[in-house]
């Protein structure tokens, strides 16, 4: 059963300015650029039949093509914090695009997203790292220049069951079209 989301590339020159950022922060396990993402919608572990209605069901979004504005890095996980990531600004195509994606996964039988839609890229996952460090991160490397770049489709990624970071496999991808 493959494990289901769909989600938002980002581009290798902005990968670049994000794994740039590694390092310095005790209990950090870093992910691989090449996981880099922004997650839409996590559907979740899938039998084929499923997938492929899902899949069916993407092709409908009609979208045009939108800025994604990175800027900054926070923290999640409040007094125990779990992840570093980069803020994405929550523009109104994404958020629309998103909402969009929820109402598809819910009209095909999936429970709602339990959470709030928060975009991010996680940079790394934190194992037993104190706030003080984080802190101490995030006031080191947490300001960088915001950089732009175009959404121009979004993507239907497979992942092996594990504890996160990848590796990240593209299933299908749907354009944005103008």
Not at 69 to 84: D, E, I
Not at 111 to 119: A, H, L, N, Q, T
């Amino acid at each position: 059963m493959p494990r289901l989301f769909t989600g938002l590339e980002i581009p290798p020159d902005v990968c670049h300015t994000l794994s740039s950022l590694r390092g310095g922060l005790p209990g950090a396990r870093w992910i691989d650029p090449e996981n880099y993402h922004v997650t839409l919608r996590f559907i979740g572990d899938i039998d084929g039949a499923s997938a492929h209605e899902i899949a069916s069901m993407l092709e409908r979004v009609d979208r045009r093509p939108f800025e994604v504005t990175v800027r900054g890095l926070s923290s999640f996980g409040g007094r125990k914090p779990r992840a570093v990531v980069a803020t994405i600004v929550p523009s109104r195509p994404l958020i629309e695009l998103q909402a969009e994606l929820e109402r598809l996964m819910q009209r095909i039988g999936l429970d709602p997203e339990g959470r709030k839609f928060i975009p991010h890229v996680t940079l790394a996952r934190l194992h037993d790292a104190s706030n003080q460090d984080v802190a101490d991160y995030l006031s080191l490397r947490g300001y960088f220049p915001s950089r732009v770049f175009m959404a121009d489709r979004f993507v239907l990624f497979s992942a092996r069951a594990s504890t996160g970071g990848g590796p990240y496999v593209v299933e299908d991808s749907y354009a944005l079209s103008a």
